[in-house]
T-cell receptor, first 115, second 111 residues
Framework: DAGVIQSPRHEVTEMGQEVTLRCKPI?????LFWYRQTMMRGLELLIY????????DSGMPEDRFSAKMPNASFSTLKIQPSEPRDSAVYFC?????????????FGPGTRLTVL | GNSVTQMEGPVTLSEEAFLTINCTYT??????LFWYVQYPGEGLQLLLK?????DKGSNKGFEATYRKETTSFHLEKGSVQVSDSAVYFC??????????FGQGTELSVKP
């Protein structure tokens, strides 16, 4: 299995631009999570989906952030407009269902730099 | 509410030293407990887990025991290697809920 796939791996953009991060979960996994990691705030859960439906988006920082999961094999996290404080590493993770003892599998992350 | 407290880093050890990283948690219900590891420039990966009281998770020489009475899940390794240098995250997961990550503990092992 290829694992969780994220693209791009690195993104550099200017303030005000739209940024779209992409994630392909592991086949057969029906739960998907988006995290953000910074030195100051550590690892934060932004949103998670189960069976393509958003379950909890309480971690989404503000309306500039939106996430979609149009099908079981693809999800996007969009920032519009982007700001320098959005600079972080964004991770996608998937797992087979919401059972408490299931492991989450993380992608390699997208390093976003907003100038 | 749900929370995790981890030993603050960075922790610097010499090769072959004994490692302990403390972790205590509060969580609703009966959580499963995980340790994840993040090597430089990579995503997180599962190191070990335990799903019920007194269970011991182990992997790559690391161990942690689910202590319900003290709500702890301390990570230990008898002899660390340079290749163990990474950031370690303790993470309880309540039933049907989401992982609750600690702030992470950076470990640096010197030759």
């Amino acid at each position: 299995d290829a694992g969780v796939i994220q693209s791009p791996r690195h993104e550099v953009t200017e303030m005000g631009q739209e940024v779209t991060l992409r994630c392909k979960p592991i086949s057969g996994h029906n739960s998907l999570f988006w995290y953000r990691q910074t030195m100051m705030r550590g690892l934060e859960l932004l949103i998670y989906f189960n069976n393509n439906v958003p379950i909890d988006d309480s971690g989404m920082p503000e309306d500039r952030f939106s996430a979609k999961m149009p099908n079981a094999s693809f999800s996007t996290l969009k920032i519009q407009p982007s700001e320098p404080r959005d600079s972080a590493v964004y991770f996608c993770a998937s797992k087979p269902g919401l059972a408490g003892d299931n492991e989450q599998f993380f992608g390699p992350g997208t390093r976003l730099t907003v100038l | 509410g749900n929370s995790v407290t981890q030993m603050e880093g960075p922790v610097t050890l010499s090769e072959e030293a004994f490692l302990t990283i403390n972790c205590t948690y509060t969580a609703t219900g009966y959580p499963s407990l995980f340790w994840y590891v993040q090597y430089p420039g990579e995503g997180l990966q599962l190191l070990l887990k335990a799903t019920k009281a007194d269970d011991k998770g182990s992997n790559k020489g690391f161990e942690a025991t689910y202590r319900k009475e003290t709500t702890s899940f301390h990570l230990e390794k008898g002899s660390v290697q340079v290749s163990d240098s990474a950031v370690y995250f303790c993470a309880p997961q309540p039933p049907g809920g989401k992982l609750i990550f600690g702030q992470g503990t950076e470990l640096s092992v010197k030759p």
